[in-house]
């Protein structure tokens, strides 16, 4: 079967061997066997999103985790600050708000990142449960500095709690958990990580469970406190994806091999490599400079070609990259290097490109 090799920001490429693991037999999911498998998943993501802390694992989007982050840790009748600097953070605060909860908006200008200065005029004054920020927002490409916001936090208002969504930047770029004082780090499967679909993982700290305690309405299937009662026992509430778990098993394997400071560095130069192409070729880049992503760069296309022939051009050799999302649609291009993707296959599509833009 022919097949588009993507480079687009998720689903990302999956290796075959990652896929095969999935084909391994079905075991029951209250089993020794299915309690080994979900113990060895969560010791390994432990290790990528560097905590001590536990990673709850959940048949879910990373969406789902944003939902669950304010069933958790909102409590009834408290402020929740979702700062909005694009298509993600402002996905933040749909959930906060779709989930009862006072959510404020906080606009920010799109490509440019989320500062503690920004942090620090939004809270001045108010009382605030929670934050929420998005590290590398996906639809722009840009990253925002979440451990300068942690020390404000720490700093001047201790009792809000951070929640980031790091979705296309866990095991892409340097996401130090605990020693940055996140209280709540999630991604999903399908982007750096270079896993299918279908699973999302969250690393949350202590101080979130604490405040779980006095949140009603917690909800069911998101609920930290019956997540976590099980967790110690290495299992789930409900049935989890046992196949997805086989992949994650065997890919978590293989990043921790790479070693994270070896896979970072990796994802440094597929950025640099990208950025570098789109200035000399004539585009801009939309993020703000010293805050463009190490994932996904999103292209200004300044020379204004056409979007849908480029897409055809590169289907044609097996290629595909993203459009711009929302209202950036045709303005921008979007260029995933993330995953498992290697310099020379990154220079496959870079050469690709550059024949259209001479074409």
Known sequence: MSHTKLFIP???????????????????????????LIARVEEKL??????????????????????????????EGRRV??????????????????C???????????????RPADVDAALAGGVWDAITVVHNETSTGATSPVDEIAALLR???????????????IAG??????????????????????????????????RVLARAQEVTGRGWYFDFLELERYLVKSTTPATPAISLLRAA??????ILAEGMPARVARHRRLAEMTQQWALQHGFGLFAAEGHRSQTVTCIENIPGLDYASLSKFLKARGLAISNGYGALK??????????????????????????????
């Not at 009792?159 to 969504?165: E, G, H």
Request: proline share 5%; net charge negative.
């Open 10 to 36: 998720g689903p990302v490429e999956v290796r075959p061997e990652i896929l095969q693991a999935q084909t391994a037999p079905m075991i029951g999911h209250r089993s020794s066997d299915c309690d080994a």
């Open 46 to 75: 432990k290790q990528v999103f560097m905590t001590q802390h536990r990673v709850y694992i959940l048949a879910s989007s990373g969406s789902g985790l944003q939902e669950a982050a304010m069933r958790n840790g909102v409590r």
């Open 81 to 98: 600050a979702n700062f909005v600097n694009g298509a993600f953070s402002l996905r933040w605060h749909e959930v906060a708000a779709g």
């Open 100 to 114: 009862g909860k006072q959510a404020v908006r906080c606009d920010l200008p799109w490509g440019q990142p989320v």
């Open 155 to 169: 700093q001047k208002y201790p009792d809000t709690l951070l929640f980031v969504d790091a979705v296309s930047s």
């Open 173 to 206: 770029d340097w996401i130090p958990t605990d020693a940055w004082g996140l209280d709540i780090c999630l991604c999903s499967s399908q982007k750096a990580l270079a896993m299918p679909p279908g699973l999302a993982f969250a690393a949350v700290s202590d």
């Open 249 to 254: 098993d065997r890919q978590l394997s293989d």
């Open 330 to 359: 045709g303005k921008t291009w979007r260029i995933a290097h993330m995953g498992d993707v290697s310099e020379k296959e990154m220079q496959e599509l870079l050469d690709a490109l550059s024949e259209f833009v001479k074409s």
